[in-house]
């Protein structure tokens, strides 16, 4: 039974034998070749370096004395002409022959084998340089991937020696620079490559390792022909037996680019892309430290939002590059104004600019004259000309108290009420204006919660036509519940609606909601009666509209002419062939078209028989005050005439009382809706209403109380 | 005469050899007396002719004495050893002797290794 480990089977591994005596030659071949291993064999030096060209053995066996060159000669030319020095050479020789071993060495040799050979022991010499050079091989192959990886990461190592002060860089560092004509030998050299700025650190902190041991790392920088190159620096103490330091070591890294990209993210995260400027963080940003600085001073510091008017315009007409390159030179401009703290971008087509230490508003008023005077003058872009006109919203502090956000947020809303003002091209911020802001966005939450929280109601007004008594619709009116059953007005909360453009999502509850109710009803045994839906100036023009509607009358089943789309005046005639378009489409599918509101708006006498509406509605002003001060509602005779001449049938709004009722009636208006018939009613109080109705067999005028919401 | 042969092979090397190469061995064992027998006729034949090509000489008794070192015929090798130390120090008196002894040693050692492992010549 063997004790031994079973050692590894040399699987072809290549051999190369050189040898000129034919028996030994033999011998080891056989030998070899039983313990795995590939041979070739060469009688002579000459016929081996013959192989090598060809081969590559990972060992080889070379005998000394051969004729013609013999075994040194080959060995110092196997190891001069090919490249693979890691091939271990052993090299036969006599047992006695103490010199043959140094020439061996010498000629590049890594062992040696006496003769006679003892064959066991061959053969485990041959394993053990195998392995060896299979070592030497991973270490180089290690030691290049290291280096490999150290130049990628620019990382180079550094010893120092704290008694002659010299310094060893590795090639890695001086492979960071251009030029070629750097050198340190010593840490005085080293200190002189250090940007002056940072000299005192590199020796500060040097000296801290040297009293500590603890090792550090900072950044610091080389300067270079003008050039600005960071390290990383690392470092640890070497110490000796007596725990004293002897050497300072560690790496050094180049972190230039990282750096380089460190800035410019920085910088993108502060400056606008397009022009460079300032951005909203950096605006924000440059007027804190501004109001840090003033604390004690009196001096004004105004914010001045500025924005350019009719950009879209420019964009539709020059194209996105052109309007682009426009904004450009408008920053620059911006930028070059002197006398200015801070130019940015706060958004879009949107600048701000901060003027510090203004010593009155005088001042103040001639730097705001000087800057429109500047950015008003044309701008040449693509070779066109560009005239551009500007608005200006200014909050100024310490007449407002708070802090930059919102300064820069109050001259954004004087810039606003600029942009809206026919007369003011500039305006100043005023509380007042804060506090409409304030409320608007508060209004604004509470539409955005009902439309999440199912906090909207529709309630019907009932529509009676006057000379038969039959209720013939009703107009759906949104309402807005707050907590605690209170209501929102549809004053306040329409026109909010409408400037942030959830009127559209509400328009479309509205839509889904009334047609869900007229359903209901029809399903209750209600006749068909004729619901009114307002339709909001943005709501009408949405691409959507249409199909919704449709979708929407589809899914509940519905007769299209249960539907009265109701329009104001300034809606219909804004865009009129427009108008008369999507009409005509409405009027195809068989809903009914009302034009809300009249009298009120703008209308023009001559459009209105273009339209294709079906009903007219006398806005309630020119009801309300019939019979009251001898007044004999001349206006809404004239419209009641007007529409049965043009055809079109009439309602009132607003009928309150007997006299209202009665006037209306001699003047052959067709229906009335208002308080006197009804208030606005749930769904649930509306069919209430329609039962009584029906058992009355004409429309009764109902309490207040029953009504409880407006 | 059981003298004589007693240490003309190294059993050791040769048993090494035989575990090591198996079959093999007897292949180099013929090569060695092919080898044996070309070598030993050319000193031979140098002795013959006088003694004037110093070099091959030194060269043939080298390639002997490695060759049968190689497979245990230690006196052989032994004495191939001592004719090129000699020849090395040029001392050439007693060539034709040394020659003739290799002669001797080879041929006794060649007819044991036959023998010994019952080779047909």
């Known amino acids: 039974m063997s004790h031994h480990t079973q050692l590894p089977t040399m699987t072809e591994t290549p051999i190369l034998i050189i040898d000129d005596d034919n028996v030994t030659r033999l011998t080891l071949k056989k030998i070899l070749h039983k313990q795995g291993y590939h041979v070739e064999e060469a009688n002579s030096g000459e016929g081996g370096l013959a192989i090598l060209e060809h081969y590559i053995p990972h060992l080889i066996l070379l005998d000394v004395m051969m004729p013609g060159i013999n075994g040194f000669e080959t060995c110092r030319l196997i190891r001069n002409n090919f490249s693979y020095n890691e ?8 047992l006695n022959d103490v010199a043959s071993v140094d020439d061996a060495f010498i000629a590049g040799a890594n062992d040696f084998i006496t003769k006679p050979i003892n064959w066991p022991l061959l053969v485990k010499r041959v394993l053990y340089a195998i392995r060896d050079r299979d070592i030497q091989i991973e270490l180089a192959e290690n030691e290049a991937r290291l280096q490999h990886s150290q130049r990628i990461a620019k990382l180079a190592y550094w010893q120092m020696d704290l008694q002659n002060q010299e310094i060893n860089l590795s090639d890695v ?10 050198s340190a030998n010593t840490f005085a050299d080293y200190i002189q490559l250090i940007h002056p700025d940072d000299r005192d650190l590199l020796q500060n902190k040097l000296t801290e390792l040297y009293k500590t041991k603890q090792k550090i790392e900072f950044d610091h920088r080389i300067k270079l022909d003008y050039l600005d190159y960071t390290f990383h620096l690392y470092a640890e103490a070497v110490l000796d037996q007596n725990n004293d330091v002897q050497a300072l070591r560690g790496t050094l890294q180049n972190i230039t680019q990282q750096r380089n990209a460190e800035a410019l993210i920085e910088h993108q995260m502060y400056h606008d892309d397009l022009t460079g400027l300032p951005n909203k963080k950096q605006l924000v940003n440059e007027l804190n430290k501004l109001l840090a600085r003033k604390e004690s001073d009196t001096h004004l510091t105004a914010t001045v939002a500025i924005g350019l008017k009719r950009f879209s315009e ?3 007409s020059l194209g996105h590059q052109s309007a682009d390159r426009l904004l450009k030179c408008f920053a620059d401009r911006l930028n070059s104004l002197s006398g200015i703290e801070i130019a940015g971008r706060y958004e879009a087509q949107t600048f701000v600019v901060l003027i510090n230490n203004l ?3 005088d001042l103040l008023k001639s730097a705001l004259d000087n800057m429109q005077q500047h950015l008003l003058t044309p701008y040449v872009v693509d070779k066109q000309e560009i005239f551009v006109d500007i608005r200006m919203g200014i909050s100024i502090f310490p007449i407002e108290e708070g802090n930059s956000n919102s300064l820069i947020s109050n001259a954004l809303l004087a810039l606003n009420n600029a942009k809206e003002s026919i007369n003011d091209k500039t305006c100043f911020h005023s509380p007042e204006m804060n506090q409409q802001a304030v409320r608007i966005r508060a209004i604004e939450t509470h539409i955005r919660l009902a439309l999440e929280n199912d906090q909207l109601h ?7 036509d006057l000379s038969s008594r039959k209720l013939i619709g009703a107009e759906a009116l949104v309402r807005l519940e707050l907590d605690d059953n209170d209501w929102m007005s549809p004053i306040d909360f329409i026109p909010v609606a409408e400037e942030t453009g959830l ?3 509400m328009g479309y509850w509205i839509i889904e909601t009334a047609c869900k109710q007229i359903r209901t009803w029809l399903d209750c045994g209600v006749e068909e009666l004729r619901i009114g839906i307002n339709l909001s100036a943005k709501q009408f023009s949405d691409p959507n509209l249409s199909t919704t509607l449709d979708n929407a009358v589809y899914k509940y089943r519905l007769p299209s002419h249960c539907i009265d789309l109701e329009i104001t005046e300034s809606v219909a005639l804004d865009d009129l062939d427009q ?8 009027k195809q599918r068989g809903y009914t078209i009302s034009m809300d509101d009249f009298g009120t708006g703008y209308s023009s006498l001559s459009s209105i028989h273009l339209l294709p509406i079906d009903i007219l509605k006398i ?3 020119f009801i309300k005050d019939i019979g009251r001060n001898g007044e004999h509602g001349a206006m809404a005779k004239t419209i009641i005439n007007m529409s049965h001449n043009l055809n079109l049938s009439v309602i009132a709004e607003g009928a309150e009382n007997e006299d209202h009722i009665e006037f209306l009636k001699a003047n052959h208006c067709n229906e009335v809706q208002g308080f006197y018939y009804s208030r606005p009613l749930s769904a649930d109080q509306f069919l209430e209403y329609y039962k009584q109705y029906i058992n009355n067999e004409s429309c009764i005028i109902i309490p207040n109380s029953i009504a409880s919401a407006q | 005469m059981a003298e004589d042969t007693d240490n003309l092979i190294d059993y050791e090397t040769t048993d090494m050899l035989l575990e090591t190469l198996e079959e093999d061995f007897f292949e180099v064992i013929h090569e060695f007396i092919k080898s044996g027998d070309n070598i030993s006729s050319q000193l031979k034949q140098q002795v013959d002719q006088g003694i004037n090509d110093i070099d091959t000489l030194i060269a043939l008794s080298h390639t002997l004495k490695g060759a049968s070192g190689n497979v245990g015929a230690l006196l052989l090798s032994d004495i191939c050893g001592k004719l090129e130390t000699t020849l090395h120090e040029k001392q050439f008196t007693h060539i034709s002797k040394h020659v003739a002894e290799i002669e001797q040693i080879y041929s006794k050692t060649k007819n044991e290794y036959l023998r010994v492992f019952k080779i047909a010549s």
């Not at chain 1, 091939?87 to 006599?94: E, F, Q």
């Not at chain 1, 529709?458 to 529509?463: A, D, M, N, T, V």
């Not at chain 1, 378009?581 to 409405?586: A, C, E, P, S």
């Open chain 1, 359 to 361: 010593n009155g508003l």
């Open chain 1, 579 to 586: 108008t008369i378009n999507i009409l005509q489409r409405f």
């Open chain 1, 458 to 464: 529709l309630f019907y007004q009932p529509q009676i």
């Open chain 1, 314 to 316: 420019i964009n539709d």
């Open chain 1, 619 to 621: 806005d309630r002003a």
């Open chain 1, 173 to 182: 560092f001086y492979e960071q620079f251009p030029t070629k004509h750097i």
């Open chain 1, 87 to 94: 091939t271990p050479i052993i090299m036969l020789t006599g």
């Open chain 1, 503 to 505: 009127i559209i999502p």
